[in-house]
């Protein structure tokens, strides 16, 4: 790991990513999971996490095992698909999936034969639909919205329907399919569900629990090839975020707390997200308004490791002044 001389025990920045060791990267590591229909995303999370500590306590004995592993959404027993986990201290990070985009291949199940315009239907779901969560869901029961970017009706063979469904995290696709079938006319339900992609992930790179498994067992017999292939570090995670580059000096200032101030900033790489961090207005707008409506960002030390999740609430170009505020610390 790199280290500084003005590095104390919470202050020592993680080294870049393509330098860690198997036990740094496995301590904060995703890990692009192809859940299997059976378990529930918790049973997956909690294999991973055991398996994970196995070979530390092999590979690392002095070294820390990982208290948890955070996965992307809950995907209900039967349905399959990407589940990207976040591994470790990596878990901060976990809100990261919700500010993406969810994709899903679903088999709409028709009560009756598919109505001629049944294209038409569909792509008035296009747009921004309420739900209530479906009884059986962890989630209070109440009536809130949700965007659906696209629907593609992919083939239609008698009474099946196969959609490609691009959507905004936390919508519920068993509703939609029941809606969709309550407009269409003839009624329907959900069949087989695949989850195909969870920003910035997708079903092109997926991995197994045997891939995770056999990954494992290579390392500790000193062979990681496999292992840097399955998990990666978190910072893939957060590519999909606008990012901020900082000082290595603030971001040891972030790691004991503190705000990423103005003159710690080296760049911002997304000039959309930059432009909405406008100064504060002169009409007294306060602190608590500007952390509300900054986008969330990720700030990175200038060799790539990640430092922080926050909101850029401040002009990074200013001399002076609150820049990122802090929501997650990652080192």
């Known amino acids: 790991m790199t280290r500084n001389p003005d590095d104390t025990d919470a202050t020592r920045l993680r080294a870049p990513p393509e330098e860690r060791t198997v036990p740094e990267l496995l301590r904060f590591g995703v890990v692009n999971l192809d859940k299997p229909a059976g378990p529930s995303s918790h049973q997956v999370s909690a294999w991973t996490r055991d398996a994970i500590n196995d070979t530390l306590a092999a590979i690392d004995p002095e070294g820390e095992s990982i208290d948890g592993v955070a996965h992307s959404g809950t995907l209900d027993p ?3 698909g990407c589940l990207p986990a976040l591994t470790g201290t990596a878990t901060r990070a976990a809100q990261v ?12 199940e028709l009560h009756g034969p598919a109505p001629d315009d049944f ?3 569909v792509a008035e779901f296009e747009a921004e639909i309420y739900q209530k969560p479906p009884r059986k869901s962890a989630v209070t029961r109440r009536l809130r919205t949700r965007t659906v970017d696209d629907i593609d009706v992919l083939e239609i063979d008698g009474r099946q329907a196969l959609l490609r469904v691009r959507c905004e995290s936390g919508t519920y696709i068993r509703k939609l399919c029941h809606d969709l079938g309550l407009a269409t006319g003839v009624g329907a339900h959900m069949g087989h569900l695949r989850r195909s992609a969870t920003d910035p992930f997708d079903d092109r790179d997926l991995h197994t629990l045997h891939d995770l498994v056999d990954a494992l067992a290579w390392a500790e017999d000193g062979d990681d090839a496999l292992l840097r292939e399955v998990v990666r570090p978190a910072e893939d995670a957060l590519v999909h975020l606008p990012a901020v580059t900082i000082a290595p000096s603030a971001a040891r200032n972030v790691a004991t707390g503190a705000p990423v101030y103005a003159p710690g900033v080296i760049s911002v790489d997304d000039p959309a997200a930059k432009a909405v961090a406008e100064p504060p207005s002169p009409d007294g707008a306060d602190a608590a308004d500007a952390d509300d409506d900054g986008p969330l960002v990720a700030c990175f030390t200038p060799d790539g490791a990640a430092v922080c999740l926050g909101r850029l609430v401040g002009d990074p170009d200013a001399e002076s002044g609150v820049v990122v505020s802090l929501e997650r610390v990652l080192v």
């Open 78 to 80: 039967k349905v399959t």
């Open 97 to 108: 999936f919700l500010e993406g985009r969810k994709e899903y291949v679903a088999v709409l």
């Open 119 to 121: 294209r038409e239907v």
